[in-house]
């Protein structure tokens, strides 16, 4: 395969870009407007006991409050809820007025609010409702608008303005340290080229996926950051090898083949392992995550697919021109990276690293579980008004909710009853007697012969004491099922620990088989995958210490909600665990290739690091600042997803790299190319050599 696409390259370029161009402008045409076909977060699993009294609530005609109007002057609530009531989007209206409920008066009594129901059940259409709620009230004196589903709508809004925020970040650093790596500002267009081209198809198909299911619209930053920064490494090192081919025998079809033979199928390589462990998200029911899995798998897999058919016919039109508009002291340096050496820095430190390979493993090792330690007090949250910044509505409208109104009647336990008023009147008399409950209220009716009642908690949603509260209420012996942000909760955490194991068998499956495939090996491949699992350790305890303890608030512009958002860490896992693969894949096919081409093990390792170590680190540089850029974002797990992955990159295109990589591989000796006799023959079918 990789000679067929270095003869397409060769003879085929110029048709490969017109094709590449139409196909490009179709996409961008068809997936501009992906954001507003796409949901919003999603974290519940349709097997769960919520999930199912959510839709028999539903189709009993119960709908869940949306809106929450929060009124300056209790006089003031009557407009406000007439014009609720006049609304065509609005199901039912509760005030204090129709109640006559002290709940929806504050304790100071400056304020009331207004809650009312919507119509809609589909996530998009609850989101226009919304915005149509708010443009009717919009401009009356002494309210605010919030609410889940104004939360819910906010939230994808101030997501597609920090996609914006993030690339006006990145785009303009990007460019000027590409030109400082890629030597040339020609080449420095390229890496910028290919990660727009692979931003733009995967929105295309993020467009078409959303046709069969619901996707969510966070799988734009997955897809924006990952794209630009999979761009940025593939690039990188095919630019850099076929500088070094057109230095050995000038530019022509046999400069391609060699590059696409080696940088080629290692990108190959590289990207099935990113793909692999990020498409393994797709395992879990939530909406959140296996949008995130189709949203990496694809965007991996398409940014491959350019740098192995797209950049090679841009390369082969170039030619020589790839150097051009070079400053003199990048020519310079260009010329000398384009030379293989048996000296330099990287070089001369993996000499000095394998020198005392012991002392460096274990000190190494260790810096990283002292970074992993806090990981062992991690607490979680989830996602609600709280994590929009203090200027949105509904962040504003929860915060009077939570601090001036009788706590928690908002968030109520809900149960979904069955079997007509007298078996749901028997139900809330036990629900009143269960230790936990503050309050009980009657039953309302609804079609069918449905009951909803509701039970209030004296303790937050998330609180310790309101999980205890649902398990109490499922427990007792009656024909009903426990619903409410709490039960949601309960019922994500445990669907979560039950899906996370398939995933991190998958994670370390397609790890193991993709580096066997490649270096032929059972140790190194083995040897990645604890070197990984030390670097996530490391992650997830620094993302403890700053975003769940509250440090750097003021610099970090967020406010520590005490706890890290509860599918970060499993995300974090399958997007980290490819990456850090990646740099892993780079590394080990250069030290293949010194290795198949007859160096001992010592010799190949210190010409590897030092032909990959200032690409590894000018890419890992990049990486970071790409998917970095999402710190910018007002949305705090965002924040806390863009640091943990520019701070996971950063971290093993040095440390591990640099440091623990050819430690190890200097202990190990030959050991690091065993492999079983029956795999051996195995991967002596497969043929996959590098040098």
């Known amino acids: 395969m990789i000679d067929r696409l270095a003869r397409l390259a060769d003879r085929r370029a110029r048709r490969v870009l017109i094709l590449a161009g139409i196909f490009f402008v179709i996409a961008g045409a068809l997936g501009a407007g992906v954001a507003d076909r796409l949901a919003p977060y999603g974290a519940n699993d349709p097997d769960t006991e919520s999930v199912k009294a959510d839709d028999l609530l539903k189709d009993a005609g119960y709908r869940p409050t949306g809106i929450v109007v929060l009124v300056r002057g209790v006089d003031r609530a009557g407009p406000v809820a007439g014009k609720l009531r006049a609304s065509p989007d609005v199901a039912a209206v509760a005030d204090y007025r129709s109640t006559h409920s002290r709940d929806f008066i504050s304790k100071d009594g400056r304020f009331t609010y207004v809650a009312a129901s919507l119509k809609e059940t589909d996530d998009i259409a609850l989101g226009d409702a919304a915005d149509r709620i708010v443009d009717e009230l919009d401009g009356m004196p002494g309210v605010t608008v919030g609410g889940p589903d104004v939360a819910f709508r906010e939230v994808n809004k101030q997501v597609e303005s920090d996609l914006r925020t993030a690339e006006m970040f990145a785009f303009p650093l990007l460019f000027l340290l ?85 940088a080629g199928r290692t990108v190959l390589f590289s990207s099935l392992t990113v793909a692999g462990a990020i498409a393994s998200l797709i395992v879990f029911p939530q909406r959140f995550l296996y949008s995130m899995g189709i949203g990496g798998f694809c965007v991996a897999l398409i940014a491959a697919a350019i740098a192995l058919i797209v950049l090679p016919a841009v390369l082969t039109l170039l030619g020589p021109r790839v150097n051009s508009l070079t400053p003199a002291f990048l020519a310079r340096r260009a010329e000398r990276d384009a030379r293989p050496a048996h000296e330099g820095f990287w070089y001369r430190l993996s000499q000095l690293v394998m020198r005392q390979p012991g002392r460096i493993a274990i000190a190494t090792a260790a810096l990283l579980i002292a970074l992993g330690l806090p990981f062992l007090g991690i607490r979680f949250t989830s996602v609600d008004a709280q994590v929009l910044p203090e200027s949105a509505s509904a962040r504003q409208v929860d915060d009077v909710l939570r601090s001036d109104f009788p706590p928690y009647r908002d968030s109520p336990v809900t149960l979904a009853v069955r079997g007509g008023r007298a078996a749901a009147e028997r139900v809330a008399i036990e629900a009143a007697h269960v230790p936990g409950a503050a309050a009980v209220r009657p039953p309302r009716e609804l079609r069918g012969g449905a009951y909803a009642i509701d039970v209030i908690s004296p303790a937050p949603p998330l609180d310790d004491r309101s999980q205890d509260l649902v398990r109490d209420l499922r427990a007792l012996r009656h024909d009903s099922l426990v619903t409410g942000s709490s039960a949601h909760w309960v019922d994500l955490q445990r669907s979560l620990v039950d899906h996370l194991p398939l995933v991190v068998a998958i994670v370390v499956a397609v790890t193991l088989a993709v580096l066997f495939v490649m270096t032929g090996s059972l140790i190194l491949p083995i040897k990645q995958v604890l070197m990984n699992a030390l670097a996530l350790s490391a992650v997830f305890g620094a993302l403890v210490l700053i975003f769940q303890d509250g440090r750097f608030e003021g610099p970090l512009a967020y406010t520590s909600q005490g706890g890290l958002e509860s599918t970060m860490p499993v995300l974090l896992f399958g997007a980290l665990f490819g990456l850090s693969t990646d740099y892993g894949v780079f590394l080990l096919a250069r030290i293949k290739e010194a290795h198949d081409g007859g160096l001992p093990n010592s010799d190949a390792v210190a010409l590897g690091l030092e032909r990959t170590g200032r690409i590894v680190t000018a890419a890992a540089l990049l990486f970071s600042i790409a998917v970095g850029a999402f710190v910018t974002s007002k949305i705090i797990f965002i924040k806390e997803f863009g640091f943990g992955t520019a701070f996971a990159v950063l971290l093993d295109a040095t440390v591990i790299r640099a440091l623990l990589v050819p430690s190890l591989m200097q202990l190990l000796g030959e050991w690091n190319w065993w492999a079983p006799r029956p795999l051996a023959r195995l991967h002596a079918r497969i043929g996959v050599r590098e040098a």
């Open 178 to 262: 590409s030109l400082l790596f890629f030597r040339s500002l020609v080449a420095a267009m390229l890496p910028l080229l290919i990660g727009g081209l692979a931003i733009v198809s995967t929105f295309l198909m993020l467009r078409l996926v959303s046709e069969l299911t619901s996707v969510s619209i966070f799988a734009l930053n997955l897809v924006t950051g990952l794209g630009l920064g999979l761009a940025i490494d593939y690039s990188l090192f095919i630019v850099s090898r076929y500088r070094e081919e057109i230095a050995r025998t000038g530019p022509g079809a046999e400069a391609m083949r060699r590059t696409l033979q080696t």
